[in-house]
């Protein structure tokens, strides 16, 4: 298996450092910047598996190179992981729906950040099932290929977005809480209450069309694909 090539993002040249030689030492192929500019350019021109993005950058936010990596279509199995030193759920709530895998807030333990990259870079992989193609309501999920379609049009999707339609999928019919889908998709902490589910199953009923209507809304507990007639 290849290394993961990892971008670091950091505008302090004592914390990347440290951070670099740390996954280095995991023997990971590692980039590193200082500014969303030079770390914009880097991440095209190598496309790394994950990004370790400060929020706090002298030419910009990084939620916003967040959301600029996201409108790649050549970055989008990426992995981001912001490092903030604002630790108001607000901040982190705004780095996950930009489309932010996880966070870690300053200061930190270097062990912990290399622990936390390795779950990020853990969820990426494919979903370790039986491969199957999935089918429901027009909507057609491959694992194998890792591609989806609706109406037999292929439609692009985030690894994010890939790993919550499959949740669907696989779940036809059952009621899913927002904190089972935290759980499982994000694998976040279940009792956190954000608003990220809420806008990650908008924009996947966008993606996908008419066919996102099959996705429901159940008031005051989840989303629930509905059930396909026999």
Known sequence: ?????????????????????NLDMAQWQVF???????????ARAHVPDLVVLDVMLPDGNGIEACKALRAEPSLAQTAVLLLTARGAESDRVAGLEAGADDYVVKPFSVRELVLRCRAVLRRRQPIVEP????????IAL??????ASVG???????????RL?????????????????????????????????????????ETLGKAGGAI???RGIGYRMASVSP
């Open 1 to 21: 298996m290849n290394a993961p090539r990892v971008l670091v993002v950091e505008d302090e040249p004592d914390l990347r450092a440290l951070v670099v030689h």
């Open 32 to 42: 590193e910047a200082g500014s969303v500019r030079s770390a914009l350019a880097l």
């Open 131 to 138: 491969p199957r193609a999935l089918q429901a309501h027009g």
């Open 142 to 147: 491959d694992d194998v290929a890792h591609v």
């Open 152 to 162: 037999g049009a292929p439609i692009a999707l985030t690894a994010l977005e890939f």
């Open 165 to 205: 339609l499959h949740m669907f999928l696989t779940n036809t019919g059952v009621v899913l809480t927002r904190q089972r889908l935290l759980e499982e998709v994000w694998q976040m902490r279940p009792d956190l209450q954000t608003r990220t589910v809420d806008t990650h199953v908008k924009r996947l009923r």
């Open 216 to 218: 429901e809304t159940v």
